[in-house]
């Protein structure tokens, strides 16, 4: 069986159509959830002393509640807000470390390049969770926490993929003419190679993201991630494990299926993107 490349094309864009509606349907949620609690027109998502524990989805309650009593649902909206300002922070601070230094690394080579390559690749061999569960041990609890763990976990891919573009790059045309015509190398980084560089992180930063929120949810589960207060799918579920053999259900169920669908989303949107740039949906930046 065959695909042709207009099939290809076609699938693409409609998994990227799908993964744009599921993550703008995810901002949407995560913007407008704490507007509703703090208006009281949804209940606090650590209110819950005063319901019934365990009670099952019900017009009441239509995810049920928790082993205190919180409504899951609520909690679920919550924890899209808390999930993608976390991912979102760490993936902005990796890219803004990762990118520059992969451009000044590239560019420049020699013993700058050597030292920044041994060290990005020595983060770049640990596993993901693993190091990640380390930095949250030592960094302790708290969103700023997370995120910097997050950050740390990602700068190496940002470094490794631009740094590898910078250096075929710099061996171009426009930019020999440029140093000829005495442009230095800030000049030449801000004007000429960031913006043939920049074109393959898009792809990157949307695959990080789903990434990261299965590793943020990881943490939670470990209790490395954030307070137990917090709306977090990671906590919630960790707190639904003991619930599970009784028959309790959707204290799990609805925020696995929350953190699912984003991963999924967010995968398709990076597929999509990918796919699309590589068949000549993206032209590369000329000087």
Known sequence: MTVDAEGVATLSGRMARWGIVIVAVYALIALIAPL????????????????????????????????????????????????LQVVLIALLLALAIGVPL??????????VDRGLVLLMDTLYTLPVLLLSVVLAFLLGRGLPNAAAALCVVYVPQYFRVVRNQSAQVKAEL????????????????????FRNVITSVPVLLTLNAADAVLVLGGLGFLGLGLPETTPEWGGDLQQALTAIPTGIWWTALYPGLAMFVLV????????????????GGGRKAEA
């Open 102 to 111: 992969g451009m000044v690394s590239g560019y420049l080579g020699g013993a």
């Open 174 to 193: 426009f930019i020999e003419a440029a140093r000829s015509l005495g442009a230095g190398p800030g000049w030449i980084l801000r004007r000429y190679l």
């Open 36 to 83: 509703l609690v703090h208006l009281g027109l949804l209940p606090d998502p650590n209110a819950g002393l005063a319901n019934p524990i365990y009670a099952p989805p019900s017009p009441a309650h239509w995810c049920g509640t928790d082993r205190l009593g919180r409504d899951v649902c609520v909690r679920t909206l919550a924890g899209s807000s808390v999930a």
């Open 264 to 279: 999924l989303g967010l995968s398709f949107l990076g597929e999509g993107l990918e796919s699309w740039l590589s068949g």
